[in-house]
T-cell receptor, first 114, second 113 residues
Framework: KAGVTQTPRYLIKTRGQQVTLSCSPI?????VSWYQQTPGQGLQFLFE???????NKGNFPGRFSGRQFSNSRSEMNVSTLELGDSALYLC?????????????FGPGTRLLVL | AQSVTQLDSHVSVSEGTPVLLRCNYS??????LFWYVQHPNKGLQLLLK??????LVKGINGFEAEFKKSETSFHLTKPSAHMSDAAEYFC???????????FGQGTELSVKP
């Protein structure tokens, strides 16, 4: 089985722009979660989608949004980019999240905001 | 609320010596706990997980962790370090809403020849 894939792998944007990141989960996985990793804040949960619905949301401003399609692929959008949005954005998928399922991570998209 | 604390930000060992990476958790109920590893410029790879079955959990690459409820700990160990073990290790607990992993701050493991 192919693992979680994320595109693009690297991205450079300037302040004020917007960006869309894509995540394709492992085949059969219906839950997709997004995380932001920065040196200062570590790994922080952004949001989780299951069956095209956002189930959980972390403490990020409304500039961060996402969606999930019927094939479970997910996109994350960040509008009005700020320098502090520079980070590694990780996507993880799992079968069904019931507190016991394991999340498998993609390689991440490294975003640099100039 | 669930949380994890990794007690060391950096651990350095010599190749062939034991590895101990410490993690304490806080949870209002029986937690699901994980250890993930992240090699430079790579994503997160699951090492092992505890989900209330056996308290001693064996993972990949010779790692294991023991869940100790009395100490609220889930330390990661390996009998003999390899150079390829040099990476950052994260202790993780599932949040009470599911779908949300709560990460420790990470422990960077260095392995000296």
């Amino acid at each position: 089985k192919a693992g979680v894939t994320q595109t693009p792998r690297y991205l450079i944007k300037t302040r004020g722009q917007q960006v869309t990141l894509s995540c394709s989960p492992i085949s059969g996985h219906r839950s997709v979660s997004w995380y932001q990793q920065t040196p200062g804040q570590g790994l922080q949960f952004l949001f989780e989608y299951f069956s095209e619905t956002q189930r959980n949301k972390g403490n990020f401003p409304g500039r961060f949004s996402g969606r999930q399609f019927s094939n479970s692929r997910s996109e994350m959008n960040v509008s009005t980019l700020e320098l502090g949005d520079s980070a590694l954005y990780l996507c993880a998928s799992s079968l069904v999240l019931a507190g016991k399922e394991t999340q498998y991570f993609g390689p991440g998209t490294r975003l640099l905001v100039l | 609320a669930q949380s994890v604390t990794q007690l060391d930000s950096h651990v350095s060992v010599s190749e062939g010596t034991p590895v101990l990476l410490r993690c304490n958790y806080s949870s209002s109920y029986s937690p699901s706990l994980f250890w993930y590893v992240q090699h430079p410029n790579k994503g997160l790879q699951l090492l092992l997980k505890y989900t209330s079955a056996a308290t001693l959990v064996k993972g990949i690459n010779g790692f294991e962790a023991e869940f100790k409820k009395s100490e609220t700990s889930f330390h990661l160990t390996k009998p003999s370090a390899h150079m390829s073990d040099a990476a950052e290790y994260f202790c993780v607990v599932i949040g009470n809403q599911g779908g949300k992993l709560i990460f420790g701050q990470g422990t960077e493991l260095s392995v000296k020849p």
